[in-house]
């Protein structure tokens, strides 16, 4: 007879973190923004480290206009998470508001990231988006 696995209340499992991530993207790409916001809500609320849900929510309320939102957002994630990629989205809204020493700055972090993480694939956006500045 095979024992239940126990499930710790504490730590969401990967598959739940990927299925809302994939409900919130789906939401998002049928531009149902406000739906997408709640699950992308509750999934920074169980997995607050992955960078993903922070990216997106944020993602949604550039979609929507609320950039104050979105650039809080990403701020938040970097001060919780390895937050690269919102580093990147922090430089793009801070580059078109003209914001261009903030912009660099938060590039700079993110190719620090990149660099440390030894990731191609993050090298290459850090390269794309210091080519906007």
Not at 24 to 35: C, I, K, N, P, V
Not at 45 to 53: K, S, T, V
Not at 113 to 128: F, P, S, Y
Request: negative net charge; charged residues 25%; contains cysteine.
């Amino acid at each position: 007879m095979t024992q239940p696995i126990a499930l710790s209340a504490d730590v969401p499992s990967a598959n739940a973190v990927d299925a809302l991530y994939g409900t919130g993207h789906w939401l998002y790409s049928q531009q149902r923004t406000a739906h997408a916001v709640a699950v992308f809500r509750a999934m920074i609320h169980l997995a607050p480290h992955d960078e993903r849900g922070w990216l997106a929510l944020g993602a949604c309320h550039e979609a929507d206009d609320q950039l104050d939102i979105a650039l809080q957002l990403y701020s938040t994630a970097s001060s919780i998470a390895t937050a690269p990629r919102c580093e990147l989205a922090k430089a793009r809204i801070l580059r078109a508001r003209g914001m261009s020493e903030e912009a660099r700055s938060a590039v700079a972090e993110a190719a620090r990231i990149a660099e440390e993480l030894r990731d191609e694939d993050l090298r290459k956006l850090v390269a794309a988006e210091r080519g906007r500045l």
